[in-house]
């Protein structure tokens, strides 16, 4: 394994934790502030949607930059986000930290894929996407549960100081392991706004926002859900999310290695599994041991679709992927906000805390409509020019008439 992919999952692993840990905290933050668990989810939409704006806008900032300088300078701005949010005086500065924090998320998930594949051979390129990862799923096992630990007893507030220090280590590791990589000669932000115009770009894109979205409809409101109708003790939200967090590295893992080999048949199983263990997490939800049960396979088959998915974009947009990767990275965290905001209504209006597991399936369920359309058209079109390259010269010079 090349030391940058160790360098890479450092920063991972900081970006994870501050990504998933506030969901271990929503009713902590929320009784600071006085507002409403629904409310407290904002800071969930809010990251969100952070992304997927300052995934496209940070990658076309760096165009001039160096991959290594851009990731350097990304975390920097991470580092400052954890800071505002550790010393909010209110729910709308901690909203505003939030955001700041998330704008370096994308375009370092999108750049770091980038720079991942282009260190190893050509047949394990979603193999290194997923050791990347791997920082942001082992960031679910040791990151979110010792920082809710260090919330619950301690603050929150200093969960977001020690995420700071983790931003601090990432940036340390970069600048010290990622080897300088110079953007390509040659390709320009013109071409990497060409990649959009693939329509299976968009497709894997849309799979994203739709499969990884129905997790976090379910997960975003764990520690409600998991108190409230499960029964268990607030205590208990920690280790809770180290199942979920044991289950995404499992998943990340198993999908980098099959998506190498048959990456579409692996999106088919895993979004098609994930949809049905939502579902079923309706039921699950009230039963201890079945719940915790359920928070493994919903980690795992959630993370099992995110290398074969990034590296779908990766290959649609060959010769100029840096963009496409950064905003599927967008793409991942609007399906967070989507389904983040979606699952606030539900309960809002009444329906439980396990409603947002029907809200989950149902977008799992479409993300797997998709990849079967997606496949659909590319066979489509495989065999269009087959056709055409199997004519003779004398059909393909033959006039046609009308």
Do not use: C
């Not at 998506?259 to 263990?277: E, F, I, Q, T």
Request: net charge positive.
């Amino acid at each position: 394994m090349p030391l940058a992919l160790l360098a890479l999952a450092i920063g991972a692993f900081g970006i994870g934790t501050t990504e998933f840990v506030i969901m271990g905290l929503l009713p902590e933050v929320a009784g600071d502030f006085g507002v409403s668990i629904p409310t407290a989810g904002l800071l969930v939409t809010g990251y969100a949607l952070g992304v997927v704006i300052g995934a496209p806008l940070m990658t076309v900032l760096g165009t001039k930059v160096s991959r290594k300088r851009t990731l350097m300078l990304l975390m920097g701005l991470f580092i400052a986000g954890n800071l505002l949010s550790a010393v909010a005086p209110a729910f709308a500065i901690m909203l505003i930290g939030r955001v700041v924090a998330s704008l370096a998320h994308g375009a370092f998930f999108g750049i770091g894929s980038v720079v991942a594949a282009e260190l190893v051979a050509p047949h394990k390129k979603a193999g290194a996407i997923a050791m990347m990862f791997t920082g942001l799923t082992v960031a679910n096992v040791i990151g979110v549960p010792l920082g809710t630990l260090v919330g619950q007893h301690v603050g929150w507030r200093v969960t977001f100081a020690v995420v700071a220090v983790l931003g601090v280590v990432g940036l340390a590791g970069i600048a010290k392991l990622v080897p300088e990589m110079p953007r390509p000669e040659g390709v320009h932000l013109r071409h990497e706004l060409a990649a959009f115009k693939n329509a299976q770009v968009l497709l894997a894109m849309a799979m994203t926002v739709l499969g990884f979205g129905g997790v976090f409809a379910a997960i975003t409101y764990i520690a409600p859900m998991m108190t409230h109708v499960a029964g268990f003790a607030d205590g208990s939200v920690t280790w809770l999310l180290v199942l979920f967090g044991l289950g995404m590295v499992g998943g990340n893992l198993i999908g980098g290695k099959f998506a190498d080999r048959a990456l579409m048949p692996m999106l088919y199983v895993s979004l098609g599994a994930l949809a049905l263990v939502l579902a079923v997490f309706t039921l699950t939800a009230h039963n201890k041991i079945a719940a915790a049960v359920t928070i493994a396979l919903i980690g795992a088959l959630g993370f099992a679709t995110v290398p074969p998915l990034q590296k779908r974009v990766l290959d649609q947009a060959h010769g100029a992927p840096t963009l496409a990767s950064a905003v599927n990275i967008g793409a991942f965290n609007l399906g967070n906000a989507l389904s983040a905001w979606l699952g606030g209504i539900v309960i809002a209006a009444g329906f439980g805390y396990t409603a947002p597991n029907w809200v989950g399936a149902a977008l799992a369920a479409a993300a797997l409509a998709l990849a079967v359309l997606s496949a659909a058209l590319e066979r489509r079109n495989g065999a269009r020019g087959t056709v055409v390259a199997s004519g003779t010269p004398a059909d393909r010079q033959a006039p046609v008439h009308r």
